[in-house]
């Protein structure tokens, strides 16, 4: 019987006041992080009293999580309908590694232009959270999405089936921080000024020149003894 496939639900819509708190807070934890960041900061930015962040947050924490989750949510979800669309396509056959990587990888892509839902500047906050040293963040992130990092683990383990566990983390792990820096980092602004325009609004042109670098690292073969050693 075929594994159910896991369902994210969509997130609800907010009032006005509430967005305002969290473009706000977005913006300055971008800046200064989760710990140098006050309440009052945020509700000066967003010109709104301090009593209505604690009514519609209930502190600084459900707020930096609101943030997240506010643009994370809806960019996993289709995550996940992407992959189950090509696992359904694929039937028992494993996807390739780049129709993975696609599948994971294009949404953030999509996500990175645009500004309404916080492009670059989200994805930088992003990464300041996966280093921050509060574990309240690491918890909420791991806990959070840990269905969906499952599900694409599960899809890369069928894809790469000579890799011992451990070192399919590795490389995973090597694969994101090469993602999110150039999802991410400044430098991408003077790549795609060099670029005719239309490559530089083309989301999958950016998609087939970094798969073939990200395919050849997870896809090389062993050759440490001791990594082999840990699949016996």
Request: charged share 25%; aromatic share 8%.
């Amino acid at each position: 019987m075929a594994e159910e496939p896991n369902r994210m639900i969509a997130p609800s819509p907010i009032g006005e006041t509430q967005n305002r708190l969290l473009d706000a807070a977005e913006e300055l934890f971008m800046e200064h992080g989760f710990e140098a960041t006050t309440l009052r900061q945020i509700t000066a930015a967003a010109r709104v009293n301090l009593a209505s962040a604690n009514y519609h947050f209930g502190g600084k924490e459900a707020l930096f999580q609101a943030v997240l989750t506010r643009r994370l949510d809806p960019m996993n979800i289709e995550r996940v309908r992407l992959l189950d669309e090509l696992e359904t396509n694929a039937g028992a056959r494993p996807l390739s590694v780049e129709q993975i990587l696609w599948a994971m990888f294009l949404p953030a892509m999509q996500l990175s232009r645009d500004r309404a839902r916080g492009g670059k500047n989200f994805l930088r906050l992003l990464g300041r959270a996966y280093v921050d040293p509060a574990p309240f963040i690491r918890n909420f992130l791991k806990e959070q999405y840990a269905d969906m990092v499952t599900r694409y683990k599960k899809a890369f383990s069928a894809a790469l089936p000579h890799l011992p566990k451990q070192e399919l983390s590795w490389r995973l792990h090597f694969t994101l921080g090469a993602v999110a820096y150039t999802l991410a980092g400044t430098d991408l602004v003077q790549v795609v000024s060099s670029l005719s325009p239309q490559d530089a609004d083309n989301d999958e042109m950016f998609l087939r020149r970094l798969l073939p670098f990200l395919v050849a690292g997870l896809e090389s073969p062993l050759k440490d003894p001791s990594v082999v050693k840990e699949a016996t």
